[in-house]
């Protein structure tokens, strides 16, 4: 990303809960730098945080009450939890205990800040802070994949010297560091207006016979976080999208179009790829289709059977052959093994301005994992190698690809 100016913040409506751990003297200097950069910021804090430090701090640094107690005498009539929920652009709660992480995690409101995350619908950051054995534990480390899984954003804790004397992971991140990621947020939001993405996601069927089909398990996770993303930017998103479990996406700005087969899908993709700036084909398309269809449902003999296939369409190699020079296209390819070449090969045939490479073959990557290992390939053949992380966060990754390739074209005009 590009150097952010901190006015990105200015009367940015920030809300920020604060739990009981010892790196609670962190948010104070949290919320002095975000009043600094002219953020408008209300704080929450839980029974624990008042143990630790008074409201009375927290009130003075961010110029507003502080809201903690769910059942306290209203000086106004709306009910707060509410109003605040409404009132505020980005929720973030630092630090985060394990108790608030577990609590999040199962939906339990028993307070105030518990409370106002089930009624807020925006973003919403955690930065978890503990002690490393606690933060180790199972069953915090599932209960913060439930909460990423719910679509909040983890600032994950750093390696260091802890309160307790332990060295270890749990430290939260440095106030500065967070100010930054929240100055990022802010910035990426709408940078891409004015733009049509066009992505693909999920597998295909191509059935067999009325009730049995060809397809794969892929899940659509990438190509939806991927059509959120787009879609937090400001652009105007088409999502073609195979049979998938996961709900899709219900922002205002993405239109689905659900396809079946990679046949429809074609013809789905073929109606907006002109219009589109950029197309992501993030669909795992089946490669062959059965040559004929029966009707019914085929019955069960003695025999081996014998299944004739036919090729289906290669959609974004069709796309390729009309691409003007100041569309984007991305593409996909999940090999067993870091097989670069073949992504190369891919990304040369199809015209593509990046690939995405994963090694399908490595644990809790690829098909309907919650994360992936990347390695991104450029059509001037730079390879960055990503660390493993969640599609979510591959997401963010790639718009933010997507917006240097955009500011790069525009350029050479
Ligand atoms: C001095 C002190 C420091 C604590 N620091 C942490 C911490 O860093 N992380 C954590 O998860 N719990 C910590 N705890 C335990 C929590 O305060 C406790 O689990 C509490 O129930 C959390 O409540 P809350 O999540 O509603 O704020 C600490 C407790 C004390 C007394």
Redesign the pocket.
């Known amino acids: 990303m590009k150097r952010i100016p901190m006015e990105v913040l200015k009367n940015k409506r920030i809300l920020l809960g604060?739990?009981?751990?010892?790196?609670i003297y962190k948010s104070l200097e949290l919320v002095r730098l975000l009043r600094k950069a002219d953020a408008q910021v209300k704080v929450m804090?839980?029974?624990?945080?008042r143990?630790?430090v008074s409201p009375l701090t927290f009130e003075t640094l961010s110029q507003n009450p502080v809201c903690s107690e769910l059942f306290a005498p209203k000086t106004e009539w709306e009910v707060e939890h509410i109003s605040l929920a409404r009132w505020a652009e980005l929720f973030i709660i630092a630090?985060?205990?394990?108790?608030?992480?577990g609590?999040l995690a199962h939906g339990i409101a028993d307070?105030a800040?518990?409370t106002i995350y089930l009624a807020y619908r925006g973003d919403v950051f955690i930065a978890?802070?503990?002690?490393t054995a606690?933060y180790e534990k199972p069953v915090v480390q599932r209960n913060l994949e439930q909460l990423i899984q719910q679509g909040v954003r983890v600032i994950e804790p750093e390696l260091g010297e802890?309160?307790?004397g332990e060295e270890g992971k749990?430290r939260?991140v440095e106030p500065a560091k967070i100010l930054e990621i929240i100055t990022t947020h802010f910035s990426r939001a709408l940078s891409l207006k004015g733009k049509k993405v066009l992505v693909t996601a999920g597998p295909t069927r191509e059935f067999i016979d009325d009730v049995r089909f060809i397809s794969n398990p892929s899940s659509g996770r990438m190509g939806i976080a991927i059509a959120e993303e787009a879609s937090r930017r400001g652009t105007e998103v088409i999502l073609v999208l195979g049979p998938t479990l996961i709900p899709p996406p219900k922002e205002p700005g993405i239109t689905v179009i659900p396809v079946v087969s990679a046949e429809e899908m074609s013809s789905a993709v073929e109606s907006h790829i002109k219009s589109s700036h950029i197309a992501v084909f993030a669909a795992a398309v089946a490669d062959y289709r059965p040559v004929t269809k029966s009707t019914g449902k085929l019955k069960k003999g003695k025999d081996s059977m014998e299944l004739r296939l036919e090729p289906t369409p290669d959609i974004a190699l069709r796309c390729s052959q009309s691409k003007t020079p100041e569309q984007i296209f991305i593409g996909f390819a999940a090999e067993v093994g870091d097989n670069i070449p073949e992504a190369q090969r891919k990304l040369r045939e199809k015209k593509f301005d990046l690939i995405l490479l994963n090694d399908i073959s490595l644990p809790e990557t690829g098909f309907a994992s919650q994360t992936n290992k990347i390695t991104l390939i450029h059509s001037d053949n730079k390879i960055e190698h990503w660390e493993k992380m969640t599609k979510k966060e591959i997401a963010t990754k790639l718009m933010d690809a997507i917006q240097l390739l955009l500011d790069k074209k525009s350029k050479l005009k």
């Not at 804090?45 to 945080?49: E, G, H, I, Q, R």
């Not at 630090?95 to 992480?101: C, G, L, Q």
């Not at 978890?128 to 002690?131: K, L, Q």
């Open positions: 604060v739990t009981g751990s010892i790196a804090m839980t029974k624990s945080a143990e630790l630090p985060a205990t394990a108790n608030i992480i609590k307070d800040l518990t978890p802070a503990m002690n606690m802890l309160a307790c749990g939260l």
